[in-house]
Nanobody, 117 residues
């Protein structure tokens, strides 16, 4: 079964860091295009970062310089390192996989990040 499961969220003080993981099953992350998004109910979804099968990475303006996307092929996991967090970063963070020959588009349930002032 093709699945994504995010972990690593929690409560952190402003200025702190968190490391989010997106564990994949049923497909290989190093052969997929993987994205991280976040969602705040009243604001909708915000795209943060992408890593494709060639390892090329791109970031949104809000993520650039503070967040880093990476991949652990051995663990079949995609990681989002969050640094210099502010209260504006409070959201539900989730990963997704683009549709390809391996499977259709899928997304995980997400992990909550709460930043206190």
């Amino acid at each position: 079964e093709v699945q994504l499961a995010e972990t690593g969220g929690g409560l952190v003080e402003s200025g702190g860091s968190l490391r989010l993981s997106c564990a994949a099953s049923g497909f290989a992350v190093n052969l997929a295009t993987m994205n991280w998004f976040r969602q705040v109910s009243e604001k909708g979804r915000e795209w943060l970062a992408v890593i494709n099968r060639d390892g090329v990475k791109r970031y949104s303006d809000s993520a650039e310089g503070r967040f880093t996307i990476s991949r652990d092929n051995r663990k079949n996991t995609v990681i989002l390192q969050l640094n210099s967090l502010t209260t504006e970063d409070t959201a539900l963070y989730y990963c997704s996989k683009d549709a390809d020959y391996q499977s259709a588009y899928i997304r995980g349930q997400g992990t909550q990040v709460t930043v206190s002032s």
